[in-house]
């Protein structure tokens, strides 16, 4: 049996939503108190990482640039580095929040991430 998704993450859980759906949170933010993230196990795509406010856009993510305006560039830099270390450990991949080349990209209604 493969190892609970949560377990696998390395980072602690904020609410186990489902089997295979964890919510996490990021402290502290860079521009906020904290941020949440949704880690989700996909079957076949497998782990995805939606990263809400903490990556705007994939140049945030592939540069290790902070997003917009934030409050603690440190602290900005250290939540994207935290979630590219998740995904690389668990073979995932983050999606930006903003990014509207990615998202033009991603895979659209009514076909889906499976």
């Known amino acids: 049996m493969p190892m609970a998704l949560a377990e696998r993450s390395t980072l602690t ?12 949170t990021l402290r502290p933010g860079a521009f906020e108190r904290a ?5 989700v196990e996909l079957p ?9 406010d903490c990556c705007y856009w ?6 290790e640039i902070p997003p917009g305006v934030v409050w603690d560039p440190t602290r900005a830099m250290h ?3 935290r979630l590219k270390t ?16 990615f998202w033009a990209a991603a895979i659209k209604a009514p076909d889906a991430y499976k």
Do not use: C
């Open 79 to 81: 939540s994207i580095k």
């Open 13 to 24: 859980p904020t609410a186990i939503l489902a089997v295979d759906v964890v919510l996490f």
């Open 86 to 101: 998740v995904a690389r450990l668990m073979g995932g991949r983050i999606f930006p929040s903003h990014d509207p080349v």
């Open 58 to 63: 994939q140049e945030s993510i592939d540069k």
């Open 44 to 52: 076949e795509t497998g782990p995805v990482i939606l990263a809400g």
């Open 35 to 39: 941020w949440q993230v949704l880690l």
